[in-house]
């Protein structure tokens, strides 16, 4: 039998410290869920113009229904925004915008949303139970404030949130050795390609799918699948949008003027941003060859080099050449493999030069999965660290926005899951636990 943690709950006098941890832990998930829904319910019950987002989304599509260029700000009534999606999703979202329901009602739809992303999040080598889906749902919610910012903006990354959490039920499902139907994961694969096009950005996530226990070839094809999945609304807006294409590259390269545009001084919580911020603290303003120096060292030294290097450490009993031996592990360790495609997901999630604070909500997404198969002490810290201090830190009203708090603890998480990662195989095999 199973207690809260996922652990196994033993007779005697372990039962006894098994039993009060258990209860310590449930107070804890209380606690914070109490937090989540509070701060939520606290935003609800304000007095602002929320979901401006949305309106500036809706309000494109409603401009390219008539004929006018959406990426010119004047075309959009009611918003000062500019529209930053392809082309080819002005028609994909005008269903969405249908009869100004999505605008005056986001607030609901995107909270069916988000709960729909814990119950469509898959396990690693667990049964689905109710315990597990609660949790994942609790993260998606609270995690690095990531919702209450898409809630409040009305931002499309909740439908960013939703895709990911599907395209990663279809990527993890059980591997078995003589399974060679890839066709599952293959439709998961173009489904997260699609979902990396939304934010060009975030684009390098898709290298993680080499990480999946799978041989070398078949994880080839998901990723060629997945680069296809990433290029075909590229390709779809050039050529049959050229003209609005080229309003969008001058859009987001600040080549339309007097209006709002992408660019890197535009505030949000990244490394890139620290970097600048650290540039411009020491008196070197306007010097972005630094810039990008010190972002690409901040980026290698708190997540690609952890990374890296716990993978190395654990693929170092193996024989023959470096790709051959990871590719040996991975197929040998199903749940440990799977669980390190996620974390490499997240962290190269989290090293994007633009993570917007809306951006978190797909993170948490990501992290989600992760989470419901840690011990005791490193569940309690995800949760207190990534749920309840950035969930106080808004409810005290303190201004999260153009701040690290978000990536801060976001880092933080990201390097507790990294270090259970190490402990995992044996810790799976103790417990019994198969995919």
């Not at 098994?18 to 832990?25: E, I, T, V, Y």
């Not at 396990?123 to 609660?134: E, F, H, Q, S, W």
């Not at 797909?362 to 995800?382: G, M, R």
Request: net charge positive; proline share 5%.
């Amino acid at each position: 039998m199973s207690d809260i943690t996922g652990t196994a709950r033993w007779s005697g006098p372990s039962a006894d410290m098994a039993g009060k941890r258990n209860a310590w832990l449930a107070c804890l998930i209380a606690l914070v869920a109490v937090l989540v829904i509070g701060n939520l319910a606290n935003d609800s019950a304000l007095d602002v113009n929320y979901g401006w987002d949305v309106r500036v989304n809706c309000a494109a599509v409603d401009a390219h229904a008539d004929g006018l260029d959406p990426y010119y700000v004047k075309n959009l009534k009611g918003t000062k925004l500019s529209y930053p999606y392809l082309p080819v999703t002005l028609d994909a979202f005008r269903p969405l915008c249908a009869g100004g329901f999505l605008v005056g009602h986001h607030r609901g739809v995107f909270l069916v949303i988000a709960a729909l992303c814990g119950l469509v999040l898959p396990g690693i080598g667990r049964m689905r139970n109710l315990r597990d889906v609660a949790l994942r749902s609790l993260y998606v919610l609270g995690a690095f404030v990531g919702f209450e910012w898409v809630l409040a903006s009305g931002n499309f990354a909740i439908l960013g949130g939703g895709l990911t959490a599907a395209a990663l039920a279809l990527l993890l499902r059980p591997a078995k050795p003589d399974d060679r139907n890839d066709v599952v994961r293959i439709a998961g694969a173009a489904l997260l390609g699609l979902v990396m096009s939304f934010k060009l950005v975030f684009c390098p996530v898709l290298a993680a799918l080499y990480f999946l226990p799978l041989s070398r070839r078949r994880k080839l094809v998901l990723m060629i699948v997945a680069g296809l999945g990433f290029a075909l609304p590229i390709l779809a807006s050039v050529v049959f949008y050229p003209g609005l294409f080229a309003s969008w590259l001058l859009a987001i390269t600040g080549g339309i003027p007097g209006q709002h545009s992408v660019q890197i001084e535009e505030t949000n919580p990244s490394l890139l941003l620290l970097a600048q911020t650290i540039v411009d603290r020491v008196g070197f303003v306007d010097s972005k060859p630094l810039v990008f120096a010190i972002y690409a060292l901040a980026a290698t030294a708190f997540v690609l080099a952890p990374l890296g290097w716990s993978l190395l450490r654990a693929i170092r009993n193996n024989e023959g050449s470096l790709p051959a031996r990871l590719d040996r592990w991975l197929i040998d360790h199903p749940q440990a493999a799977m669980r390190i495609t996620v974390l490499a997901m997240y962290g190269l999630y989290l090293c994007s030069p633009r993570l917007k604070e809306y951006a978190l909500f797909e993170l948490a997404v990501y992290a989600a999965v992760l989470i419901v198969d840690l011990p005791a002490a490193a569940l309690a810290a995800v949760l207190t660290i990534g749920v309840a201090v950035p969930t106080l830190v808004s409810i005290t009203g303190i201004t999260i926005e153009g701040g690290f708090v978000q990536v801060a603890v976001a880092l933080m998480c990201f390097w507790i899951l990294l270090l259970d990662f190490r402990a995992e195989p044996t810790r799976l095999e103790q417990h019994g636990v198969r995919p």
